[in-house]
């Protein structure tokens, strides 16, 4: 199972979010490039990048800054916030990204699943299901939908998606435990799961990996010290 460190960005600085209000923003730097490098010091693979601002804004705002991330490192990046069109897609992808990540869009139109796939390949795009109630959230999670998320999955993996990223709004920044129960369900559909929110023990690590998870993002436990 692949452990990924999270750089989340509002206005170029690097924060946590709790349960994912902007209120709650907590400022951890204010250089998300030395960030990255300090992730990449200690043996990151892969680094999870969202542009909060974008988003909730449905844009890429932070854009440059990532820009300058991707190019500060020799990690892979995930990256993900406010990705709307083949266009952001594009730009992100031109950049050597391994990853986009798409979140509200994918709710908004399968169809627009099914074209990038098509036209980048499964590998490349991983699909966010942020859930609050058991329900999809998107828009940054300000707004909830009337999709249930294990429905929302087994719709994704019949139009040819692989990897969903799964995140339990609620565990979100809480230092909690992550939503074994919901993970397991959606691990069922066949799809490669990647865990988030609430993963801040080692214990919760090495129960996502028994569970055959592929990956596990953490964020605010590294940034307060409950892991390293």
Not at 205 to 212: F, H, P, T, V
Request: proline share 1%; glycine share 10%.
């Amino acid at each position: 199972m692949l452990i990924i460190p999270a750089i989340d960005i509002i206005d170029g600085k690097c924060v946590r979010l709790t349960k994912g209000e902007f209120s709650t923003a907590k400022i951890y730097s204010n250089n998300p490039i030395e960030v990255a490098l300090n992730f990449q010091r200690q043996g990151a693979k892969l680094i999870h990048i969202v542009d909060l601002t974008g988003s909730k804004n449905g844009s890429l705002d932070n854009f440059e800054i990532i820009k300058n991330v991707i190019n500060a490192t020799e990690c892979d990046i995930q990256v993900g916030g406010g990705i709307r069109s083949i266009e952001d897609i594009d730009k992100y992808l031109s950049l050597g990204v391994a990853r986009v990540v798409i979140g509200s869009k994918a709710i908004q139109s399968l169809e627009f699943v099914k074209n990038v796939i098509s036209k980048y390949g499964a590998s490349k795009i991983v699909i966010a299901i942020d859930a609050k109630d058991e329900k999809v959230a998107i828009e940054g999670w300000q707004t909830k939908s009337n999709i249930n998320y294990l429905e929302f999955a087994i719709q994704l993996k019949n139009i040819g998606v692989e990897t969903i990223l799964f995140t339990d709004i609620s565990r979100d920044g809480t230092l909690t435990t992550p939503n074994f129960d919901a993970l397991e369900k959606l691990q069922k559909i066949g799809l490669n799961v990647i865990a988030s929110g609430g993963v801040s023990t080692l214990g919760s690590i090495d129960k996502l990996k028994s569970m055959g998870l592929a990956a596990a993002i953490i964020g605010k436990a590294i940034y307060e010290g409950k892991v390293d």
